[in-house]
């Protein structure tokens, strides 16, 4: 008996398979995963999941981004090479920054957007050329999978999902 | 099926009798199967626009702006007409992405994608004007703040021109993140249903291995979401940004206080008339009508009539200023009486019959939920903002503060093969994408299948459940 068997539950409708992770969760049984071809919503509260804080990074990468925006014409403008442009002399970073506020709006959006989506593509482990981890193809198109963990209960699992209106039950080796 | 509750007063999104399968095949269809005649024909014709636009491109750099129809009053004029009209083009795809999905907007979906693809070829073909401009563009980085082999001369952060360079790319990039990561999920759907093995490589590549986990699709939603909320004020600071490339100047006609908000909503008004436009023909070409229907057309319509009357009355305050500052400089400015009777009568009056008089039909209900209809007042639009950006640009420079400085611009044949060259460029690109991506936000679609789709409305209201 292998430890790293799992059951691979399908379903082919949205509603039934929220019913059904309620009620695998009431039967306290851990959920691992489950594939979906869109966006469920409320599954990731049922299924216990934490909320993600790649908003708050967000938020930290744009504060990054409007000090790099600072400091970038500070530097350029006021610090290294002073000008005196259309009879406007660069005294001070204070007195010439309505001028820089279009470029300190871009940087802190520049720097917030790219490095937030950088973000999501590492934590969600996505580039070019990883390999897809979906068991089943049929969950990019129209079914949901629920990979349930098997520790020797896998006929009392088995009679279980049955009743949740699961449309195919796999037990399967997980590498 | 209570959780998909949605009025049965509103009409359908989805039409026909749809299952989640349905939507994969659908949108699958035009990727799996062969091109039809008139796809190759369109393509040809655009290529064909597209290299002699190359060729003019090579032209001009190879001989020098000269070769253009510019003079010494007159040192802007086709070339950043088409500038400023591209990137109005490209508005609508980040706002109705963006801005709709903040207003929880849900006909946004079945557009959003194209729309996106739209703006990001747009702001390509943008892109492509201020470069050849330079006349020199293999010094085109001299834009970029780095250290150079001049010692630490830097580039100019007072200067709107360097704005541009800073929005436009941030813009360009941002709107090209938020596309892609729209897509992953719906290269992954094409990828699992591919049965070409190359085929299956190269979807696999461009899905960057999504899976649909939940905890990916949590972070995908949240992604979108604050992606959305940094990409509004994105898209408003764009076109703001390139209306100072005016308003800071000090020319009668350029320099105005009113120019930020009312290029944003002139841009808007025009990209929303080249999606209509784009997406009248696609939804027949690709067979989307049931996912793109006259509603979708009708909301758009809306979009244009509000900020087509933004523009009409931005016109109407610079007519009237101008008018009444009694200064005869601001008598050539481009709303002005000089202007209406002056050398560029016409293209102060086609502005006038375009972009105000012909949208005004729009408020007829008949004729904004009428496919053939929007679709050529649309065209008319995108004609008559054209020519908003010609006559703002070229008829304030051609009567400059002293008579001996009036002179009229006439384009050349490189001017127009150029402008001819990147619509066929444009068309390219778009031709090329209706092929090879998913047109349609498939994901997004199915979920507000149970909500706003025919047969589900239809099954509810069998049910007696309103």
Known sequence: MSTNKVIHALYNDDDILMDAVKKVKDAHHHIEEVFCPFPVHGLDKAMGLAPTRLAITAFFYGITGLSVAVWLTWYTMIADWPQDIGGKPNFSWATNMPAFVPILFELTVFFAAHLMVITFYMRSRLWPFKDAENPDPRTTDDHFLMEIPVHGNEDELKALLETTGAVEINVVDKH | MSSHYESSYREPLVLGNKSYHDITEDIAKPIEGKANKNWYIAFYISLAAMLWGFGCIFYTVGTGIGVWGLNKNIGWAWDITNFVWWVGIGHAGTLISAVLLLFRQKWRMAINRSAEAMTIFAVFQAGLFPIIHMGRPWNGYWVLPIPNQFGSLWVNFNSPLLWDVFAISTYLSVSLVFWWTGLL????????????????????????????????????????????GLATPLVLSVHTIVSMDFATSINPGWHSTIFPPYFVAGAIFSGFAMVQTLLGIMRKVTNMEEYITRLHVEYMNIVIILTGGIVAVAYASEFFIAWYTGSPYENYTYMSVGAATGPYGWAFWSLILFNIAIPQLLWFKKLRRSFIVSFLISIAINIGMWFERFDIIAIVLSKGHLPSTWWRFEPTFVDVGIFVGTIGFFFVL????????????????KTILKSSGENFKKLREENNEH
């Not at chain 2, 209706?434 to 936000?441: D, Q, S, W």
């Open chain 2, 185 to 228: 999920p719906d290269f992954a759907m094409i990828r699992d249903r591919a049965v070409k093995p190359f085929q299956k490589k190269i979807y696999a590549l461009l899905s960057f291995g999504w899976s649909g986990r939940a905890k990916d699709w949590q972070r995908f939603e949240e992604v979108s979401l604050v992606l959305a």
């Open chain 2, 430 to 445: 778009f031709l090329l994408y209706a092929r090879t991506f998913p047109v349609i936000a498939q994901a997004e679609v």
